[in-house]
């Protein structure tokens, strides 16, 4: 049989009177409210005596929220005024009262016994078998406005675990029920947002920025059986975001720059020449206005061109963290302990600090230490690092010209030792391994329509130049930097094929400035009267793309900086750092796009589309080339106001809705060509030529019915003879009701 029965009260308070008018306090029992819940689970059949299921939340809460009180010294202050160079120090502020104040405790309990009969008369027994899991939790936040621009936010986490439980003890679900038991995790956060006030300062009201800072500490127990010998971890992590904007036009506005050119306009709209956002209206004559003669057309013309860049963008974020194995302590107050009459970790790991603190801990006796010659445990102490950068801007060199500048850098580092202290010893003789990433923009532009094949041999060219450089800049023989070694192939690799001379080259493996990458639109035919009578809208795209990856590098064990001399089993110089493979890659996503719209319905785009990888594998010496080219062509065409009539339910209806036909064809040639270092050997790998072909129309009958058809054909014929010619057709028809409003 199965018996069940529960109770459960949620969230239970005291609401506030909605009509009185007494003001919030601290202490009003209106901030509390408490829940509870109960289980249980009785049952017993043929196989199982008894069988019993417990389970128990309790909870309490406080919040409460407080009123800002800004306190503002300056603000009504004569002798700054109200000049807007003043504008800084009038606007200091601070804020002495916390945001709000979040308390919150969970009690969280679970108590399963079964016992099971014996099916056979004459055996022992059967042994009741007791599963407890006694939980508490209980965290606090505590958000702060310390000004208007500076908001903070801290967070802490606590868990304990009741594991206390002696031979034979019979502790039941609501035995000793305030005992919270040992602390088993403790993780607290602080947040920090500031809006720094440079557009405050004269002159810089075209510049905002934004710092974010995010500090994450985690206290984490180790087994009760294996704390001696472990001991517990200890880990920490920041981040940092900065993001700053740049808005021109308002920088153009303040300044009265466009006077220095058309100084008449400025005459006849003062007052209103500055007051739209965006500068400049080019070409727009008002009613009843003079018109613009030649040489104003001009000179607005070199302004346009002058201030050209309109707004820009730069964005940079760091995430950094760092784990230490073997701590004594415990989790306290702002997760710290008292170890060795003081207080442990320090306080700027627990909110984010990355100063290494091994030799610290050691020397305060923070690590757990065994002794010599015993068994050692894998203690592992990590670092890690990784940094972004953004940025964007954009140009407007005349009306119907809109230029978009992107580059980005993104680079990892992760750093890992082994932890060891053996009879009150810090053993430091570990190798350190260090890996990561690192990937940039980057341009390959004066490459782009070269052949392949002149490239690969500049490369091969590079080699015996690259490692003279080497030779001479370092003071080493040449019979070290030898043609197939890293440290020459790297820098000839990319000198060939990024268009640098092999004489200028950066040699390092990382780089320090992302070259931008850009998208152009121009839609500026339309100002031409055979497009204004034939088309509603007349776009030309070009982009570009390009970049440099290094997928994971590794630093080299056998590298010795007081010996560079040292070389491998290849006869090479030791590299600092060891590298698989480097690629290259650039995209013309387009080359060129012309999307148009005309008045008759139709509308039309053509795309020609270029990329290609190049990836230098240094483990085999070879280069993996992958060209592609890609030609589409779309046309479509809108059959407006399309009806039927219709017997829907036994109801004649009239269904009316627009058809839209849309069709795309594709061609696309690709091929992979593997080129080996070493010897003359140029293998074609991999590729194919690809025709797809989209067809889809879509018949809106009314605002929650739409019906559709698509048919898709693809055929692939691939480069080598032992992959066969592919094809594939797929079609149907998809019925789309709403059931929404």
Not at 284 to 301: E, H, N, P, R
Not at 499 to 518: E, H, M, T, Y
Not at 610 to 635: A, P
Not at 694 to 713: C, G, P, Q
């Amino acid at each position: 049989c199965i018996r069940d029965r529960s109770i459960s009260f949620n969230n239970v308070k005291k609401n506030r009177n909605p009509e009185s008018d007494k003001k919030p306090k601290l202490y009003d029992v209106e901030n509390f409210s408490v829940s509870y819940a109960y289980s249980e689970e009785n049952h017993k059949d043929y196989n199982v005596e008894k069988y019993l299921n417990q389970n128990l939340t309790a909870g309490a809460s406080y919040n409460f929220t407080f009123q800002p009180k800004y306190i503002e010294p300056f603000k009504k202050s004569t002798f700054f005024g109200k000049s807007k160079h003043w504008q800084l120090i009038r606007d200091i502020n601070i804020n002495l009262l916390p945001k709000s104040i979040g308390v919150n405790s969970r009690i969280t309990r679970n108590f399963v016994q079964q016992k099971s009969r014996n099916l056979v008369d004459g055996f022992t027994a059967q042994p009741t078998l007791t599963q407890r899991r006694f939980l508490f939790d209980w965290d606090y936040t505590i958000g702060f406005d310390l000004t208007k621009s500076l908001k903070l936010s801290f967070n802490a986490n606590n868990s304990y675990l009741y594991d206390s439980f002696g031979n034979g003890e019979e502790i039941e679900i609501f035995d000793k029920f305030f005992n919270t038991g040992r602390p088993d995790h403790y993780t607290q956060s602080l947040t920090a947002n500031y809006k720094i006030p440079i557009n405050k300062v004269p002159y810089l009201g075209f510049v905002s920025a934004d710092y974010g800072y995010t500090a994450n500490f985690d206290w984490k127990a180790a087994s009760k059986s294996y704390v001696d010998k472990i001991g517990n971890l200890i880990q920490n992590s920041n981040t940092h975001n900065l993001t700053t904007t740049f808005s021109f036009s308002k920088l153009y506005e303040d300044t009265g720059f466009k006077k220095l050119f058309i100084k008449n306009d400025s005459k006849k709209n003062a007052g209103n020449q500055f007051q739209a956002p965006q500068l400049p209206t080019v070409g727009k004559v008002k009613a009843g206005s003079k018109k613009k003669t030649l040489k104003d057309k001009i000179l607005l013309g070199v302004y346009d061109f002058v201030t050209a860049v309109k707004t820009a963008k730069i964005s940079y974020s760091e995430n950094n963290g760092t784990a230490l194995p073997g701590f004594k302590g415990t989790a306290g107050f702002l997760g710290r302990d008292n170890l060795s009459g003081g207080f442990a970790p320090t306080l700027g790991f627990v909110f984010g600090s990355q100063i290494d603190i091994r030799n610290k801990a050691f020397e305060k006796g923070w690590l757990v230490d065994r002794a010599v010659g015993s068994e050692y445990y894998n203690k592992t102490y990590s670092n890690t690092h990784y940094n972004k950068l953004d940025y964007t801007i954009s140009l407007k060199p005349f009306k119907d010209l809109n230029i978009e500048l992107t580059g980005n850098k993104i680079r990892t580092n992760n750093l890992s030792q082994q932890l060891d202290v053996e009879g009150g010893v810090l053993n430091t003789n570990a190798p350190i391994t260090q890996s990561g990433n690192f990937s940039t923009s980057y341009s390959m532009l004066s490459t782009v329509f070269k052949s392949s094949d002149d490239l690969f041999n500049s490369f091969l060219a590079n080699r015996s130049v690259l490692s003279q450089r080497l030779s001479t800049l370092n003071n080493l023989p040449i019979s070290g930097y030898k043609e197939t070694g890293q440290q020459v192939l790297l820098p000839a690799f990319l000198a060939a094929y990024s268009g640098d001379s092999a004489n200028s080259v950066n040699l390092g493996l990382f780089r320090n400035v992302p070259i931008p990458n850009w998208t152009l639109r121009y839609n500026g035919l339309m100002k031409i009267d055979w497009f204004k009578d034939n088309f509603s809208s007349f776009t030309v795209t070009n982009g570009y793309k390009s970049s440099y990856t290094i997928s994971n590098y590794t630093n080299n064990l056998q590298y010795d900086i007081t010996d560079l001399s040292k070389t491998n089993t290849s006869g090479n110089y030791q590299p600092e750092l060891l590298i698989s493979s480097a690629s290259l890659i650039d995209e013309f996503s387009p080359l060129v796009k012309v999307d148009v719209k005309m008045k008759n319905s139709f509308s039309f785009k053509g795309e020609i589309r270029r990329d290609r990888t190049l990836t230098m594998n240094f483990d085999n010496s070879t280069l993996t080339d992958i060209k592609g080219t890609e030609f589409i062509f779309g046309i479509g065409y809108r059959l407006k106001d399309v009806a039927f009539n219709t017997r829907f339910a036994g109801k004649r209806q009239k269904l009316k809705g627009d058809i839209n036909m849309r069709m795309d064809v594709s061609i696309r040639d690709n091929l992979t060509l593997i080129r080996s270092i070493d010897v003359e050997n140029n293998q074609i790998s991999g590729g194919q030529k690809l025709l797809s072909v989209k067809f889809a129309a879509d018949y809106k009958l009314n605002r929650n019915l739409t019906t559709s058809f698509y048919y898709n054909h693809n055929t692939s014929k691939y480069a080598i003879s032992t992959t066969f010619p592919r094809q594939s057709i797929n079609a149907g028809f998809n019925l789309i009701y709403n059931l929404g409003n």
